[in-house]
């Protein structure tokens, strides 16, 4: 995830874009291309998720799971495309998420603009976490891609060893692993909240009393035409990383021989079944049963 300062950089939009309906929808008819074969992850499901295409300057830019209650962001999905470039960087929210009718373009954040349905800036400050993005401006092809990242439904608190760390080692090795992959790579970034019955203290668990912090951040792609083989890492492949130093072991053991600011940040990778077996157990799904898919067909090229 990208590391941001906790201040954001602010410009003025010189457009206005007029009012789209629908855009908060229960299938992401409207931003399917963000997934394998158009179908969104099955099995993730519950009445306060809310999904989200991610709209910046009249165009679709990715496409988010949105947790109403908990006021961030369940998963990003987004197409892989690399653009190395410098911009000026914007924090902006959803204004279509603070009532019906409401603009369905993210909008510039103001400093001092609070919301009760969704993070504000005010939110992080004075926390243990900064701002974590699902789909990271590292993986945008344009800038107007990298600016739409910069909305707080795409952010999660994530704590410093991770963003500035062991996730952003891993972001950067799903970059190059891009060179290999000669049709589209679609990636999944996503959560898993901390358990109700979690000894974790509650200053941990939830910024300002009101936004939730998760427990471990995954991720997974899927590439189903490349050039090169390395080990098992295609056509797909997946990842776990703590963002709780003192979570327990049973999903990513904790390495005691690391040190400084990386210590309890530990990321383990996976293959695509294992990290949707441990996504079915953790994530409150409707049925017991349902077991998470990620993609389509375990993102077999048909």
């Not at 300062?5 to 008819?29: E, Q």
């Not at 993730?44 to 679709?60: A, D, H, R, S």
């Not at 080990?231 to 904790?254: C, E, H, L, M, Q």
């Not at 990321?267 to 294992?274: E, I």
Request: proline fraction near 5%; include cysteine; charge should be negative.
């Amino acid at each position: 995830m990208d590391r941001v300062s906790a201040a954001p950089v602010l410009f003025l939009l010189s457009c206005f874009f007029g009012m789209v309906s629908g855009l908060l929808s229960n299938d992401f008819s409207e931003c399917k291309e963000f997934f394998y074969h158009g179908i969104p992850p099955q099995g993730i499901t519950g009445q306060e998720y809310q999904p989200i295409c991610q709209k910046f300057k009249n165009k679709y830019r990715f496409a988010t799971l949105y947790h109403r209650n908990h006021r961030v962001a369940l998963y990003s999905a987004y197409k892989v495309s690399l653009l190395k470039e410098t911009f000026e960087e914007e924090w902006m929210f959803e204004p279509q998420l603070n009532g019906e009718g409401n603009d369905a373009e993210m909008q510039p954040l103001k400093k001092s603009d609070t919301f009760d349905n969704q993070a504000s800036l005010q939110d992080y400050v004075e926390s243990f976490y900064t701002k974590g993005h699902l789909a990271p401006k590292l993986h945008q092809g344009t800038t107007d891609d990298k600016l739409a990242t910069y909305t707080l439904t795409n952010i999660v608190p994530q704590r410093e060893g991770s963003n500035a760390g062991t996730w952003n080692n891993l972001e950067e090795e799903i970059s190059k692993r891009k060179g290999s992959c000669t049709g589209e790579m679609y990636v999944i970034t996503g959560t898993i909240p901390f358990e109700s019955n979690s000894e974790a203290p509650s200053i941990f668990k939830k910024m300002n009393n009101k936004v939730y912090a998760p427990e471990y951040i995954w991720s997974a792609y899927c590439c189903t035409h490349f050039t090169e083989m390395e080990g098992d890492v295609f056509p797909t492949y997946a990842a776990v990383g703590r963002n709780y130093p003192d979570s327990t072991n049973d999903i990513v053991p904790k390495n005691p021989n690391v040190k400084g600011t990386t210590l309890g940040y530990d990321v383990k990778k996976m293959p695509l079944n294992d990290l949707e077996d441990i996504l079915s157990k953790k994530l409150n799904i409707q049925s017991s049963s349902e077991k998470i898919t990620l993609f389509y067909n375990d993102c077999k090229a048909n």
